[in-house]
């Protein structure tokens, strides 16, 4: 008589267990992250050869107003005087620091916050990569994009583009199209003192005018003429007009 074998049935592979909800939005997350970080990196590196189009900045500005004062100039068409009298201006140890000028911030703090510490880097990361407020996202967001600038962009390149996109006045974005509105010249032909105007409205420009300063703007002009004068001697504009 014949015995019969009988099969076992094969078990049955268990489905893959998907991994818990919070671990595949850690994983969402970081990817975001890695993306945002990867396109930022690709601006930082593009913009170093290319101009910026425009800014978030000049962007509302033109909703609100209609239409801005903007006309890119190359660094061969600024008046050299205006470069300093800005970095005189705004960041007297421009040439100095890595894009954070820690004598500044610790000044800053000991005067309890009533005076700016940021420099020139700062402001063109803030301008041409972000948005303006006080948010500890885009101060975070700053922090980390700033030495990216400085490492990839030549102190050049980092004065000619905040030059270009720097507000003068209401609706008058960069040097050029401020030379042109308020002394009827262009940037190339900037005196010391009109170029020294223009960087004294620089903190406040919606409130200051260059081509009829009141007494703090004509003050605070005169001190930008001796400081232009006072890095030029020093060396502190080497880094960028050499």
């Given at each position: 008589m014949a015995l019969k074998t009988t099969r076992k049935a094969a078990p049955t592979k268990a489905a893959p267990e998907r991994p818990p909800l919070l671990a595949r939005l850690r994983r969402w997350l970081a990817r975001g992250l890695l993306a945002l970080a990867g396109l930022f990196a690709a601006f930082v590196v593009l913009f170093a050869l290319v101009n910026p189009p425009t800014t978030i900045t000049i962007l509302g500005e033109r909703l609100r107003?209609?239409?801005?004062?903007?006309?890119?100039?190359?660094?061969?068409?600024?008046?050299?005087?205006?470069?300093?009298?800005?970095?005189?201006?705004?960041?007297?140890?421009?040439?100095?620091?890595?894009?954070?000028?820690?004598?500044?911030?610790?000044?800053?703090?000991?005067?309890?916050?009533?005076?700016?510490?940021?420099?020139?880097?700062?402001?063109?990361v803030k301008n041409v990569f972000l948005w303006q407020g006080r948010s500890w996202t885009r101060k975070a967001l700053e922090a980390m994009l700033t030495p990216a600038v400085e490492l990839v962009w030549t102190k050049r390149r980092i004065l000619e583009v905040y030059l270009n996109i720097a507000e003068f006045g209401e609706g008058v974005f960069g040097v050029q199209a401020a030379a042109?509105?308020?002394?009827?010249?262009?940037?190339?032909?900037?005196?010391?003192?009109?170029?020294?105007?223009?960087?004294?409205?620089?903190?406040?420009?919606k409130r200051r005018d260059p081509a009829a300063p009141g007494p703090f703007v004509r003050k605070r002009a005169a001190q930008v003429v001796a400081g232009a004068e006072t890095i030029a001697v020093d060396g502190r504009a080497a880094c960028f007009e050499e």
């Open positions: 107003l209609g239409e801005v004062q903007r006309e890119w100039v190359g660094w061969d068409r600024i008046a050299p005087v205006m470069a300093r009298a800005a970095v005189a201006a705004e960041d007297a140890n421009f040439c100095l620091h890595w894009g954070f000028d820690m004598a500044a911030i610790r000044a800053a703090v000991d005067g309890g916050g009533r005076r700016g510490a940021s420099t020139i880097s700062q402001q063109v042109q509105r308020f002394f009827g010249v262009d940037a190339a032909a900037l005196t010391p003192v009109q170029a020294a105007r223009l960087a004294a409205v620089l903190p406040d420009p």
